[in-house]
């Protein structure tokens, strides 16, 4: 299994253009989770989906971050119009169905700067 | 709402030593109780899980962590840690009804050799 997988690893992008963060969760996983990791703030859920439905968005910051899982097999995070502050690792995750004493599996991340 | 504390936020260590990272929740109802590892420039991964049973849970590289449910805590040990332990260590929880999983601070420790 290929695990998690993000794209782009790294996004260097100039404040004010929209940015998007690729996520491809482990085949037959039904939960998908966006976190952000900052070194003020820590680790921080974002959104998370049960079988393609948002289920809780608040965590989202703002307006400016919005999500969609079209399909099991794919999701996006994305920031329009980006800003210096939104830099972090953004890290997607995945969890099979059958309860919530599984774990989440973590893909690489996506090292994003905004200058 | 859920919450975990974990106590330090730095950790120096020498190769040999034993390790204990605290960790404290606070929720009110029945917990799954996990702990993640984050290698340097790597992805989370996860150390150990408790959800029910033995206390005690046994996890890879040698870790293992004990629940004590009246401490509300969930601590992380190793007997002897390597230089390759340096990383940063997340306790996690949520709700055995939930899905949200609810981080601590992390605490970041590093091995001297």
């Known amino acids: 299994d290929a695990g998690v997988i993000q794209s782009p690893r790294h996004e260097v992008t100039e404040m004010g253009q929209e940015v998007t963060l690729r996520c491809k969760p482990i085949?037959?996983?039904?939960?998908l989770f966006w976190y952000r990791q900052t070194m003020m703030r820590g680790l921080e859920l974002l959104i998370y989906?049960?079988?393609?439905?948002?289920?809780?968005d608040s965590g989202m910051p703002e307006d400016r971050f919005s999500a969609k899982m079209p399909n099991a097999s794919f999701s996006t995070l994305k920031i329009q119009p980006s800003e210096p502050r939104d830099s972090a690792v953004y890290f997607c995750?995945?969890?099979?169905?059958?309860?919530?004493?599984?774990?989440?599996?973590f893909g690489p991340g996506t090292r994003l700067t905004v200058t | 709402a859920q919450s975990v504390s974990q106590h330090n936020h730095h950790v120096i260590l020498s190769e040999a030593a034993s390790l204990e990272l605290g960790c404290n929740y606070s929720y009110g109802g029945t917990v799954n109780l996990f702990w993640y590892v984050q290698y340097p420039g790597q992805h989370l991964q996860l150390l150990l899980k408790?959800?029910?049973?033995?206390?005690l849970v046994k996890g890879i590289k040698g870790f293992e962590a004990e629940f004590i449910k009246s401490k509300f805590s969930f601590n992380l040990r190793k007997p002897s840690v390597q230089w390759s332990d340096t990383a940063e260590y997340f306790c996690?929880?949520?709700?055995?009804?939930?899905?949200?999983?609810?981080f601590g601070a992390g605490t970041i420790l590093r091995v001297k050799s």
């Open positions: 085949s037959g996983h039904n939960s």
């Open positions: 989906f049960n079988n393609n439905v948002p289920i809780d």
């Open positions: 408790y959800f029910s049973g033995d206390p």
């Open positions: 995750a995945s969890r099979p169905s059958g309860g919530s004493s599984y774990e989440q599996y």
């Open positions: 996690a929880v949520n709700g055995v009804s939930g899905n949200k999983l609810v």
